[in-house]
């Protein structure tokens, strides 16, 4: 077909100029429709990455150089107890304790391109009413610093990941393993010695009583075998101890339903005289309803009679005693905190250990905390301590409730 004339020519102009404009537009169309798809792409790959993070059990931060927060998971607003919205934007000092912004700095200048694990004790922060932070919880957490690579090119770092790891339960179970493992080692050994030395120690008893039948008060010896006397009751007090230590289920009575208010009351009251002219005041905050535990009662006793005891020792010049007990879902928890001496940080791991003491010498045989330990782990208990030097220190003991051990003696 052959177009004539002026007119055709301006016709064939602007068909080819409108489908000039037309390829354009598809092409545009085209271009839009791939960005679009490859910003649906790079969506799901945002919001698959964010689920990630969202997901791990453990915490995660992103911060830049300037230390501002950049992201902030779930797990780590569940652990140190902040909002994501209240971290975003801010620096890492304004958020966290100044020891461990302290220790992760060191950690990143140690190791600045790769990544650095360190364990470090984190102030955790427990919300308030109202939205505003209360009371502060003492964790300790496995903290991962490792450097965020730039897109740039290799080598450039345009921040830092931290990765943080709950492990305070982790490093409790440890350490009361080790106890028990100790102690039951020490356990074996007591025995034997005890078996071995009690035997002398009741000639020496019974020869130095059939002396003291016969001796005149007015000899001189008779005060020699006085002593004789208490040092062999005292010897055989020491041994009936290892002996505990070692089998404390051996050392008598079935196991019943022992309400602990009850023991705690019982006890109490044996030491009040003693409380009283020691210039001691007790504060008791016992549960209202009974607290049952299945138990040998005497040895629920003893348990008590050796941690008031101490609290006294620690307050040669008078003090409070608080005893509490409570309910904690399934379990019967007591607390015996006193405002003593403290225990020094270093000997805090040794307080279980028998023999172990830091009282004067005649004060203690170093026993009464190990046999303590002994007779909660065998009620299927444990047992914590925690202490301030020169502010007190507070020992919480938590055992299963009746019904729940009941059921665990019969599956074992």
Known sequence: MRLRGRGNCRDLALLTAVAGQVATAIENGRLYRRLHLKAEELGRMREFNDNILESLDDGLAVFDEDERIAHWNHALE?????????????????IF??????????????????????????????AAEGGSHGETERLLVNATVAPLQSPIGPGAIEGTILLVENVTERVRLEE?????????????????????????????????????EQADPADPRTKLLEKIERQTFRAAKIVNGLL????????????????LN???????????????????RIRRELADPPMPVMGVEHQLQQVFLNLFLNARDAMPRGGWLTVTTRADGRHVVAEVGDTGSGVPPEHLARIYDPFFTTKAIGRGTGLGLSITYSIVHEHAGSIRCDSVLGQGTRFTLTFPQADVAAARTIAH
């Open 78 to 94: 569940v652990l140190y107890g902040v909002k994501r919205a209240d971290a975003s934007g801010r620096r890492l000092a304004d």
């Open 97 to 126: 304790d100044s020891s461990f912004v302290e220790a992760l700095r060191a950690a990143r200048q140690e190791n600045p391109a790769g990544a650095t694990l360190f364990r470090v004790a984190l102030n955790r922060r427990r």
């Open 176 to 212: 009361q393993l080790q106890i028990s493992e100790k102690m039951a080692s020490i356990g074996l050994l007591a025995a034997g010695v005890a078996h071995e030395v009690n035997t002398p120690l009741t000639g020496i008893s019974s020869y130095a009583q059939m002396l003291l």
């Open 262 to 280: 009850t023991v705690v009351g019982d006890v109490l009251s044996l030491l009040e005289h003693q409380f009283e002219v020691g210039k001691i």
């Open 244 to 259: 505990t230590l070692s089998r404390p289920g051996v050392q008598g009575g079935e196991r019943q339903d022992v309400d």
